[in-house]
T-cell receptor, first 114, second 113 residues
Framework: EAGVTQSPTHLIKTRGQQATLRCSPI?????VYWYQQALGLGLQFLLW???????NRGNFPPRFSGRQFPNYSSELNVNALELEDSALYLC?????????????FGQGTRLTVV | GNSVTQMEGPVTLSEEAFLTINCTYT??????LFWYVQYPGEGLQLLLK???ADDKGSNKGFEATYRKETTSFHLEKGSVQVSDSAVYFC????WGAGNMLTFGGGTRLMVKP
């Protein structure tokens, strides 16, 4: 069974541009989480989607946005890129089973803003 | 709200030393508890989990016991290897729908030969 897949693996953008990151969850998983991991820091929660709706949002400016499609895949969009947006962006998917949730992570997209 | 607190790193050990990484949590009800590991340049991998009090999760020589009375889930390994060098994240998942994962800040482990 395929795991969580993220694309692209690496992305280089210029300051002011837009970046689009994609995530395909494990088959049957309905929740997708996005995290930002800047160099040397922990995971910063960005967004949580479940059943196509945004359930929660971290403390990030509105230029960070996303959506979840009917097939539960997800996009993260970052507008007006700034140098400090350079980070590893991690996606995780999960499913609620018997009241319990377990998340599985993709390998991440390394975004570099120059 | 829910929260997870981990000991700050980096933790530097010699090969074959005993490892403990402390993790405490705050949550209502009966959350599931997890340890994830992130090797350099990679995403997070689930290392072990426990879903109820007194459960012991174990994998690759690592162990952690769900202690409800002390709200803790400390990670231990009897003899670390250089290949265990990574960042370790403690996390919780509350019971029921409509609840999201909460992660600790991560602890970097460096094992020297």
């Amino acid at each position: 069974e395929a795991g969580v897949t993220q694309s692209p693996t690496h992305l280089i953008k210029t300051r002011g541009q837009q970046a689009t990151l994609r995530c395909s969850p494990i088959s049957g998983h309905t929740s997708v989480y996005w995290y930002q991991q800047a160099l040397g820091l922990g995971l910063q929660f960005l967004l949580w989607y479940d059943e196509g709706e945004e359930r929660n949002r971290g403390n990030f400016p509105p230029r960070f946005s996303g959506r979840q499609f009917p097939n539960y895949s997800s996009e993260l969009n970052v507008n007006a890129l700034e140098l400090e947006d350079s980070a590893l962006y991690l996606c995780a998917s999960s499913i609620l089973t018997g009241g319990r949730t377990e998340a599985f992570f993709g390998q991440g997209t390394r975004l570099t803003v120059v | 709200g829910n929260s997870v607190t981990q000991m700050e790193g980096p933790v530097t050990l010699s090969e074959e030393a005993f490892l403990t990484i402390n993790c405490t949590y705050t949550a209502t009800g009966y959350p599931s508890l997890f340890w994830y590991v992130q090797y350099p340049g990679e995403g997070l991998q689930l290392l072990l989990k426990a879903t109820k009090a007194d459960d012991k999760g174990s994998n690759k020589g690592f162990e952690a016991t769900y202690r409800k009375e002390t709200t803790s889930f400390h990670l231990e390994k009897g003899s670390v290897q250089v290949s265990d060098s990574a960042v370790y994240f403690c996390a919780l998942s509350p019971w029921g729908a409509g609840n999201m994962l909460t992660f600790g800040g991560g602890t970097r482990l460096m094992v020297k030969p």
